[in-house]
């Protein structure tokens, strides 16, 4: 396709471990139901120790730029996924009492993994073909998502749970030595002037001179806490209203399907289009979807839903990440990607809790909050988003990376 000309080779080699380790990840899918069945923990400890695992994820997200920019974001990459992977491949022998603190090691070293991946494609990308790149990458893991739950249950069902542990440590070590081998390093892990620049402006004068950004991490924030509501109180609210597991499970389908489809091409047509008029339209889109559930919940309803929310996702999630690549600092392209990365899973922790606390206490209002708290957040945005993209431009991050080089 003409509009990917610009992404590297490296980024397709990339997304080819992206996508198998994305189909092997599928423990978080099931540890819960692990929790409760083969390790024959109650309700409310096997939530507690899953709720400690997200903190972990979201703690990895929020600092694995920042290693990444001191030691090299392909290396810490790599480090993140052995002990990640390892951790995960022992993980079914460990006594349930060890869970409560390897189960957040592992998560922690993926989350550091997912920012030091993103902080990687931001640095070897030219920041005009950034929004491709990273559509290239989200559509190898949400293909690799869409096969890898049901490859996890077949597993579970015909051999143990432990093995979905052991696959998703597996692939997650193979994605180590895909990466050390297609992504070779070159250059020095970063300049001799980098460390003054980080030194002369810290990270939060950078943010605060950049009044757009912190108004879009924001709205990220706002909206991550909504979108994952469908994971959460949504399959509550669809069980309610007579729709089974089965139905939940296809609809939650559509979104990869949708993504599969839609994304690439939308990341082509829409490169040159004004990047925060994009994200804040798909935010409206997400609060469009959980505003068709207004009209009732049933099939119908619940598709709608999906779909919208699948649209908003593709225009949001992919341009606000190149986005925020496209505003970093050359000495704080990791860490920007890590706050990113961080404030875009944070609904990981908050979602459940706080969907689940409205819908508990006024039911009627879970979805017209949802559905104004995203159009909000859109709204916030496009509010800041009228200037237009800024020419590409090949900067040399700190990092290492020279104009042909992968930083180490």
């Known amino acids: 396709m003409q509009g990917f000309r610009d992404v590297p080779r490296a980024v397709w080699l990339l997304s080819v471990g992206t996508f198998v380790n994305a189909v092997a990840a599928f423990t978080f899918v099931f540890v819960f139901v692990y929790l409760t069945g083969p390790r024959g923990l109650g309700p409310a400890e096997a ?23 001191r030691f090299g974001h392909r290396r810490v990459l790599l480090g993140a996924a052995v002990l990640g992977g390892a951790v995960l491949t022992l993980l079914p022998l460990l006594s349930t009492a060890a869970l409560y603190a390897a189960l957040p090691v592992a998560q922690y ?43 996890g249950a077949l597993m579970a069902t015909g051999l143990s749970y432990g093995w979905l542990f052991v696959a998703d440590g597996l692939g997650t070590l193979a994605m180590a030595l895909w990466t050390a081998r297609v992504v070779p390093a070159r250059g020095a892990v970063k300049t001799p002037a980098a460390p003054d620049r980080g030194r002369g402006r810290g990270i939060l004068a950078e943010l605060r001179a950049r009044p757009a950004l912190l108004v879009l991490l924001g709205a990220i924030l706002v909206t991550d806490v909504v979108y994952r509501q469908q994971y959460s109180t949504f399959p509550v609210v669809l069980a309610g209203h007579g729709l089974d597991v089965e139905a939940f499970g296809l609809i939650i389908a559509l979104n990869g399907l949708v993504i599969l489809l839609l994304e690439l091409p939308a990341a082509v047509a829409l490169r040159n289009r004004p990047p ?8 409206l889109l997400v609060g469009a979807g959980y505003g068709a559930l207004l009209l009732g919940v049933g099939t119908a ?7 919208l929310l699948s649209l908003g996702e ?31 899973v ?63």
């Open 47 to 69: 939530g507690l120790v899953s709720g400690i695992g997200g903190l972990g994820t979201v703690a990895g997200n929020f600092t694995g730029g920042w290693f990444g920019d």
């Open 109 to 151: 070293a993926l989350g550091v993994l997912r920012a030091a991946n993103s902080a990687l494609v931001a640095v070897i990308v030219p920041e005009g073909a950034r929004r491709q790149a990273f559509a290239v990458v989200r559509c190898a893991s949400n293909g690799g998502f869409a096969l890898g739950p049901p490859l």
């Open 276 to 283: 925060l008029r994009v994200v804040g339209t798909g935010l």
């Open 301 to 307: 309803t619940a598709v709608t839903m999906m779909v």
């Open 314 to 344: 593709i225009l949001y999630k992919t341009t606000a990440t190149a986005y925020v690549a496209d505003e970093a600092p050359e000495h704080a392209v990791g860490r920007f990607q890590s706050l990113y990365a961080g404030v875009s």
């Open 346 to 408: 944070s609904g990981v922790v908050l979602a459940a809790p706080l969907g689940g606390t409205l819908y508990a206490s006024a039911p009627g209002l879970l979805w017209p909050v949802c559905a104004l708290l995203a159009a909000g957040a859109g709204a916030a945005v496009l509010a800041v988003g009228g200037r237009p993209a800024r020419p590409a431009t090949r900067p040399a991050h700190e990092t290492g990376s020279r104009r042909q080089a992968v930083p180490g």
